[in-house]
């Protein structure tokens, strides 16, 4: 399984990078707006530490504007991923970005019909919110278990991300199920080799070896 970083902050990515557990980072206009940054300079700057696919996200709503943008935003550094919203507009910019080279992800999925059209369309990824979907009282999970045997029953070569990441659990569980990819907020990813008695169990350790005798 791949861990992306669902975040545009530096020292973030670095910390995480560090332990070699970055697999890609996604960002959306939120994430990128939280930082007070500017965009290219903070796109730029995350590709610069990380070889895997860093998502940056298209402001624009038509076919035609979102190619456009899509087009720059790829010219930016060789590993950037264009996230396009799951429209019919997005759909069609997807199908022309794809027979141009250009990798995309197709953004703000909550339905397997929708991941369907989008891996149909040539989608690289597909980003499915379980946070989100879990916020209304749906089953965010369900929909990633259900995607990845569509998806893998058409042998479609789209990657699923699992976004919208709230919990230690919606990892988990998207291991289980198989899904190619989880992007996980910064705050959230330590939660990942963290766990209580862990940190009791050093302690102990620590207490009882100084009982240990040392000749000398
Ligand atoms: C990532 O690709 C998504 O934009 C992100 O995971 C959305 O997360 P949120 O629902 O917590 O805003």
Redesign the pocket.
Known sequence: MKF?L?TANIEEIKRVASLGLVDGV???P??IAREGRDFEEVIKEICSIVDGPV?A?VIELTTEEMVKEARVLAGWAPNVVV?IPMTEAGLEAVNILSKEGIKT?V??IFTVAQGLMAAKAGATYV?P?V??LD?IGTDGLQLIRSLKVVLSNYNFKTEI?T????SLEHVEEAAVVGADIV?I?GNLFPKLWGHPLTDKGIERFLEDWKKVPIKG
């Open positions: 992306f669902d996604t960002t959306n939120t994430i998502s996200e996230k992800n953004t703000l980003s919110f946070g989100r916020d991300i976004a919208s990441v709230r992007t907020p």
